[in-house]
């Protein structure tokens, strides 16, 4: 089975530009999540999808954070403009969770943004 | 806002000693679970508890969950130099499977 897939692995930027991240999630998986994590601490969501529906985007900075699952499959992560505390790997995990149940999430292998 | 908070932050020990990370959380839980992350294999799920179980066991790892001091223990026995790691819990409690991450404990085993 082939895991989540994430794109690009590595993004050196300056601070005001722009960047995209892809992601790819296991085929089937319903639910996909895009997690922020700062070297030396944990993950943070960002968002949580539910196929094309956004269930959980209470810790997106909305005004430069956007994110879209269009058609329920893969998703893009966009920063515009960047600043330098964006600096993190960005990671995105997906799980075949139904609400009320009990899932494991699938990661893959992240992003690391630089913002300079 | 972190939920889960690992301790200790640091842990060395040698190849074949158990490890022991505790996690405590800080309102009412669906499940906890615990997930590791090297450099290598990146963030990896290691095993899921529900909030009404209280011991679960996979090969060499052991965990624990007591709902009423809001904690949970992992016990990695007889320890090996692969799993040198950070070891993260994250607590479920949306009920929709919303993962809330501690800061992890860093275990470096040394051979």
């Known amino acids: 089975e082939a895991g989540v897939a994430q794109s690009p692995r590595y993004k050196i930027i300056e601070k005001r530009q722009s960047v995209a991240f892809w992601c790819n999630p296991i085929?089937?998986?319903?639910?996909l999540y895009w997690y922020q994590q700062i070297l030396g601490q944990g993950p943070k969501l960002l968002i949580q999808?539910?196929?094309?529906?956004?269930?959980?985007d209470s810790q997106l900075p909305k005004d430069r954070f956007s994110a879209e699952r269009l058609k329920g499959v893969d998703s893009t992560l966009k920063i515009q403009p960047a600043k330098l505390e964006d600096s993190a790997v960005y990671l995105c995990?997906?799980?075949?969770?139904?609400?009320?149940?009990?899932?494991?999430?699938?990661f893959g292998p992240g992003t690391r943004l630089t913002v300079t | 806002s972190q939920q889960g908070e690992e301790d200790p932050q640091a842990l060395s020990i040698q190849e074949g000693e158990n490890a022991t990370m505790n996690c405590s959380y800080k309102?009412?839980?669906?499940?906890l679970q615990w997930y590791r992350q090297n450099s290598g294999r990146g963030l990896v799920h290691l095993i899921l508890?529900?909030?009404?179980?209280r011991e679960k066991h996979s090969g060499r790892l052991r965990v624990t969950l007591d709902t009423s001091k809001k904690s949970s223990s992992l016990l990695i026995t007889a320890s090996r130099a692969a799993d040198t790691a950070s070891y993260f819990c994250?607590?479920?409690?949306?009920?929709?499977?919303?993962?809330?991450f501690g800061k992890g404990t860093m275990l470096l085993v040394s051979p």
């Open positions: 508890i529900r909030s009404n179980e």
């Open positions: 999808f539910q196929n094309n529906g956004v269930v959980d």
């Open positions: 085929s089937g998986h319903a639910t």
């Open positions: 995990a997906s799980s075949t969770m139904l609400t009320g149940s009990h899932y494991e999430q699938y």
């Open positions: 309102t009412s839980i669906n499940n």
């Open positions: 994250a607590t479920d409690d949306s009920g929709y499977s919303t993962l809330t």
